[in-house]
């Protein structure tokens, strides 16, 4: 069963980067394509990029500008750095696998793994 | 890249059906095959419950289906349980690599 758990600091200051880590367990890192989406409180989940166990990434075209999401297979590990917070990118962090590769969605069709989540918060 | 539309709220009694919808564009729910749905109860992480329009995982119940019309996706959930209380979200591939979420519906049982 894969698991996936997302660690990093719970609270970071504005103007400055936040840094997260998904650690996968229980499968390879490799094969798939793995993502971020976060859900700012009371709201709804918002898609902010994948990354695939080559390098090759994506990235919603709103955050395009301050996202980068690296993996480390070494570690089974894939990270988020989103620099140049404010207070609206406070939220939960969750990590997910892609799965369903297609020949149009190359990447997957469904988020089937999620990650317990992780919540924070921009604030001085 | 808009959030896909869906109801703020549905409501129904226990055994009964209730379907929530999911609009999007010509650009994402109406160009591809490739909606899926979750499920999240307060303070846990969403739940895939439906892939690929209407296809189901693994130990999620048949009362749980999906459909698609044009740019609009709906979830349907018969015979509804107290269980079954909890906030859906809809999901579309978008085109160039890129997935666009619902709003979000909240599903309360009578």
């Known amino acids: 069963q894969v698991q996936l758990q997302e660690s990093g600091p719970g609270l970071v200051k504005p103007s400055e980067t936040l840094s997260l880590t998904c650690t996968v367990s229980?499968?390879?890192?490799?094969?798939?394509?793995w993502s971020w989406i976060r859900q700012p409180p009371g709201k709804g989940l918002e898609w902010i990029g994948y990354?695939?166990?080559?390098?090759?990434?994506n990235y919603n075209s709103s955050l395009k500008s301050r996202v980068t999401i690296s993996v480390d297979t070494s570690k089974n590990q894939f990270s988020l750095k989103l620099n140049s917070v404010t207070a609206a990118d406070t939220a939960v962090y969750y990590c997910?696998?892609?799965?369903?590769?297609?020949?149009?969605?190359?990447?997957?069709?469904?988020?089937?793994?999620w990650g317990q989540g992780i919540l924070v918060t921009v604030s001085s | 890249q808009s959030a896909l539309t869906q109801p703020r709220s549905v409501s129904g009694s226990p055994g009964q059906s209730v379907t929530i919808s999911c609009t999007g564009t010509?650009?994402?729910?109406?160009?591809?095959?490739?909606v899926s749905w979750y499920q999240q109860h307060p303070g846990k992480a969403p739940k895939l419950m439906i892939y690929?329009?209407?296809k189901r995982p693994s130990g999620v119940p048949d009362r749980f289906s999906g459909s698609k019309s044009g740019n609009t996706a709906s979830l349907t959930i018969s015979g509804l349980q107290a269980e079954d209380e909890a906030d859906y979200y809809c999901?579309?591939?978008?085109?160039?690599?890129?997935?666009?979420f619902g709003n979000g519906t909240e599903v309360t049982v009578l």
């Open positions: 997910a696998r892609l799965a369903g590769a297609s020949r149009i969605a190359a990447a997957g069709t469904q988020f089937d793994y």
């Open positions: 229980g499968g390879s890192i490799s094969s798939y394509y």
């Open positions: 990354i695939y166990y080559s390098g090759s990434s």
């Open positions: 010509s650009s994402d729910v109406g160009d591809y095959n490739y």
């Open positions: 690929d329009v209407s």
């Open positions: 999901c579309s591939y978008a085109g160039s690599y890129t997935y666009v």
